[in-house]
Nanobody, 126 residues
Framework: QLQIVESGGGLVQPGKSLRLSCTIS????????IGWFRQAPGNDREAVSCIRGAGGNINYAEFVAGRATISRNTAGNKVYLEVDRLDPEDTGIYYC???????????????????WGQGTQVTVSS
């Protein structure tokens, strides 16, 4: 049974950066896809970025392209998401998820991921 814990959220001023961490305990079936999702009030959960395996395969959503970096540690149990130039529209709960699907042109959808963390709140406000 996987345990997924997100951390690093909080209140951030617009224009600043934030680094989120996802810690995974238990055995993932490699190559696994690790995804970061966000959900704003009243909106569906949407993919922000995803990484497969050791990090050779990465996708970003258009709304963070050029200002986000996803990475995974060598042990494979931590995945990081750094987002720069934060905007109030980036506000939401950020979730980390583990799955097995992969597409070369976009991240898998939320329903493709079987294991989820509880999420960490990110609020971008002055």
């Amino acid at each position: 049974q996987l345990q997924i814990v997100e951390s690093g959220g909080g209140l951030v001023q617009p224009g600043k950066s934030l680094r989120l961490s996802c810690t995974i305990s238990g055995s993932t079936l490699e190559p696994a896809t690790i995804g970061w999702f966000r959900q704003a009030p009243g909106n569906d959960r949407e993919a922000v970025s995803c990484i497969r395996g050791a990090g050779g395969n990465i996708n970003y959503a258009e709304f963070v392209a050029g200002r986000a970096t996803i990475s995974r540690n060598t042990a494979g149990n931590k995945v990081y998401l750094e987002v720069d130039r934060l905007d109030p529209e980036d506000t939401g709960i950020y979730y980390c998820a583990v799955g097995s699907e992969w597409y070369s042109w976009r991240c898998p959808r939320a329903h493709d991921f079987r294991h989820w963390g509880q999420g960490t709140q990110v609020t971008v406000s002055s």
